[in-house]
């Protein structure tokens, strides 16, 4: 039986214009991708370089499944590690200047994994826009939680003052924010934290691949990142699925043993590892890609911003247009959707009270005629919808 409250529920979403639903897409990932039938140019996917229906990709996941088989057997610590963990691992870990490095099944994973694995006490200094797997995380470890001001430094070394005595102490903050396309300023953030004794664990998942010449937030400030903990994905810029670790070498020790999403989970498949070591090749080896995202950005951020949307000038694809209240972003998303351009409507609790969005993104695989067909649109909409209704 259906207890009364589960319709109660839904009902008041749909109140609230705050019900989430789900497209299917028939086809590979892409700029353009097929939706009931007809293609719409995407601007909402995280496949930022493109890689995500790239034909190495594909080889690549072959590849492993015609050696490896299609599974891995088992968690990590009973018989699931196989030598494609861990040369992904050291590659993974030179690619981003750590030490070492550990896979995990997702960056929601990671995240948490970290948090709980590594602060059973002490206290998190957590930015107040942190992913919600870092608030998740937060809230598993048994750790004292104080949150900062975001991106706001000076608040952030008042709370290591008044916690100078804690026993351990880690900062905690996004590298790029997933909603609203800014950076952390980490090269403060890590002078702070060396001044004050704490850990600085970075979630580097719309930084890889994206700045920094794609090695994320540390390598963008020039910062040393071997004392880091950098947490970065495999299924955002590099087309592939899963996230890591990167860290010194005893960090990792302990997550092996401590880290509960690790641990109590099978471990990434073939198909995956092939897939995840091909799309690390091509960052590699074409740097190309990264200047095209960076070309696409800054078109798509010189074109809203001529057209009068208060635009920041961060160097990321992420784009976020705010509307205010939810009846509108959804309306402004419907009416794109309309003329085949699919820009996805964030509300809360993804994002603060009164800043529903669409939330634009960009791709290196977008075309110029993509993005000023976006723009085009978007100027459209604000002309004939200019307020809150």
């Given at each position: 039986?259906?207890?009364?409250?589960?319709?109660?529920?839904?009902?008041?979403?749909?109140?609230?214009?705050?019900?989430?639903?789900?497209?299917?897409?028939?086809?590979?990932?892409?700029?353009?991708?097929?939706?009931?039938?007809?293609?719409?140019?995407?601007?909402?996917?995280?496949?930022?370089?493109?890689?995500?229906?790239?034909?190495?990709?594909?080889?690549?996941?072959?590849?492993?499944?015609?050696?490896?088989?299609?599974?891995?057997?088992?968690?990590?610590?009973?018989?699931?590690?196989?030598?494609?963990h861990e040369r992904l691992e050291a590659k993974l870990a030179t690619f981003k200047g750590a030490e070492t490095a550990l896979l995990f099944g997702t960056g929601y994973q990671a995240n948490v994994g970290v948090l709980q694995g590594l602060m059973s006490e002490g206290v998190i200094f957590s930015d107040a826009l942190n992913h919600a797997s870092i608030v998740d995380g937060c809230r598993l470890a048994r750790a004292t939680v104080r949150v900062y001001a975001h991106g706001d430094v000076e608040a952030l070394v008042r709370l290591l003052r008044d916690h100078h005595a804690a026993p351990r102490k880690m900062i905690v903050t996004d590298g790029v924010f997933s909603m609203d396309g800014d950076i952390a300023p980490l090269d403060r953030i890590v002078t702070a934290a060396e001044e004050h004794g704490a850990m600085v664990f970075v979630d580097d998942a719309h930084a890889t691949g994206v700045i920094g010449e794609g090695r994320g937030t540390a390598h963008h400030f020039g910062l040393d990142p071997s004392a880091l903990i950098q947490m970065g994905t495999l299924g955002k810029a590099l087309g592939s699925f899963?996230?890591?670790?990167?860290?010194?070498?005893?960090?990792?020790?302990?997550?092996?043993?401590?880290?509960r999403s690790f641990v109590y989970t099978t471990s990434p498949p073939p198909a995956v590892l092939g897939a995840s070591a091909a799309a690390l090749r091509l960052v590699v080896s074409e740097p190309g890609r990264i200047a095209l995202l960076a070309s696409n950005t800054a078109r798509l951020r010189a074109g809203l911003k001529a057209l009068g949307f208060p635009v920041h000038q961060h160097p990321t694809p992420i784009v976020p247009v705010v509307l205010g209240g939810n009846a509108r972003a959804l309306r402004w998303s419907e009416r794109l959707w309309e003329q085949g351009l699919w820009v996805q409507a964030i509300r809360p609790p993804t994002v603060p009270e009164g800043t529903a969005r669409l939330r634009v993104t960009v791709s290196a695989a977008h075309h110029v005629q993509h993005i000023d067909q976006l723009c085009a649109a978007l100027a459209e909409l604000a002309a004939s919808d200019p307020e809150e209704a």
């Open positions: 039986m259906i207890p009364p409250w589960v319709q109660q529920d839904l009902d008041s979403l749909d109140a609230a214009k705050a019900r989430r639903e789900l497209r299917l897409i028939d086809g590979p990932v892409g700029p353009v991708v097929r939706v009931d039938g007809r293609d719409v140019i995407c601007f909402s996917s995280n496949d930022y370089l493109g890689l995500a229906a790239h034909p190495q990709l594909a080889q690549g996941a072959r590849d492993a499944v015609a050696h490896w088989g299609s599974g891995s057997g088992a968690s990590r610590l009973i018989t699931g590690t196989l030598a494609l899963g996230a890591f670790v990167a860290c010194p070498s005893p960090v990792r020790d302990l997550l092996v043993t401590r880290a």
